[in-house]
C-alpha cells in the first residue's frame, strides 16, 4: 500500500513539474512590454511540516517570506495590472534585498499573452 502511495504521488509531482515546464516554454515564446512597480510587499508564511527522524514523525514549523509585486503595463493602448509572487526566500533579510530591487515606479519587464493580455509575468 505505502508503494502505491509513493507511486500515485510521484505521477502527481511529474505531472505538475512537466505542465510547469510547459508554461514556462509558453510564457518564453510571449511579447514583453515595459511595465512599472506600483507595489512590493513582503509575507511571511509559517507551515506546520512532518518528517520522519529515527523512524518517529517529528513536527516543525517552517517560516518563508514570499515577495508580492503588483505592476502595471499597457498593451496596444490599454492598460493591465498583473500580480507576481516569489517562491519565498527562507530568511526575512534575503526578502529584504530582494524587495529593493523593486521599489514603487520601478521599470520591469512584463510578459504577457497575445491573446489574453490579462494573463502577464514579471521575473523576480
Not at 505531472?15 to 508554461?23: D, F, S, T, W
Not at 509559517?46 to 518563508?64: G, I, L, W
Not at 534575503?94 to 494573463?119: L, M
Request: proline residues 4%; charged residues 25%.
Amino acid at each position: 500500500m505505502k508503494n502505491i502511495l509513493v507511486l500515485f504521488f510521484a505521477i502527481i509531482f511529474g505531472v505538475v513539474l512537466i505542465k510547469g515546464c510547459m508554461r514556462g516554454q509558453e510564457v518564453s515564446k510571449w511579447p514583453s512590454v515595459e511595465g512599472h512597480v506600483t507595489s512590493s510587499e513582503i509575507i511571511k508564511k509559517v507551515e506546520q511540516k512532518t518528517k520522519t527522524q529515527n523512524d518517529r514523525k517529528v513536527r516543525y514549523t517552517e517560516t518563508k517570506y514570499v515577495l508580492k509585486l503588483t505592476y502595471e503595463y499597457e498593451v496596444n493602448g490599454t492598460p493591465y495590472s498583473g500580480r507576481d509572487s516569489s517562491f519565498g526566500e527562507s530568511s526575512s533579510l534575503s526578502a529584504k534585498q530582494k524587495q529593493q530591487r523593486y521599489p514603487d515606479g520601478k521599470s520591469v519587464n512584463v510578459k504577457f499573452d497575445p491573446e489574453n493580455p490579462y494573463d502577464s509575468v514579471v521575473k523576480i
